[in-house]
């Protein structure tokens, strides 16, 4: 069940990040930015050919095989994850992360680049997607899980084999 919970979970957050970059695509290329809160932070497209936040630009090919090394090693994770309601937040991290990384892939291998198009003007910081969205936010939060909430033993292989041998 948990597995079908992950492929449903990947595959609405894909659709929400794929619909909201149809919809930067149709109503933002080639338009004036939409600002939303004056000089704060503005709706404003962007074709990016590099990942999150603008980094490796033109760097199709290792991007492709960076995203594809990341979702086999966040899958083979998923699937050793012991089968206890503890790791459910570990769970639902790798899930945002995934789609955040399939997201993009999908823009990336349909047209040679990713759309983004949320802005924060105020701070000048790189214009972003959802997808990006879900990938940075769920790094801070697993980031927080290592450090806080999980033990060394619990996060594991042989704790992780042991558990789900139970």
């Known amino acids: 069940m948990k597995y079908i919970k992950a492929i449903l979970g990947v595959t609405l ?12 695509a149709t109503h933002l290329k080639g ?12 709706l404003n497209y962007l074709e990016n050919q590099g990942a999150a936040f603008g980094i490796f630009q033109n760097q199709f090919t290792f991007l492709t095989i960076m995203t594809t090394i990341i979702s086999v090693g966040l899958l083979f994770y998923f699937i050793k994850l012991p089968n206890d309601k503890r790791m459910n ?3 639902i991290i790798i899930v945002f992360i995934w789609a955040g990384a399939i997201g993009n892939s999908i823009d990336r291998l349909s047209n040679q680049y990713v759309i983004d198009f949320l802005y924060f003007k105020l701070i000048n910081f790189p214009i972003f997607n959802v997808a990006d969205c879900y990938v940075t936010v769920s790094l801070f939060i697993l980031a927080f899980l290592i450090l806080f909430f999980y033990k060394d033993e619990e ?5 992780s084999k042991e558990k789900n041998k139970l």
């Open 13 to 24: 957050l894909v659709l929400i990040d794929q619909l909201t970059k149809y919809w930067a």
């Open 155 to 159: 996060l594991s292989w042989k704790a």
């Open 31 to 42: 338009k004036e930015p939409i600002e939303i809160l004056k000089n704060v932070f503005e």
């Open 89 to 91: 937040p570990m769970r």
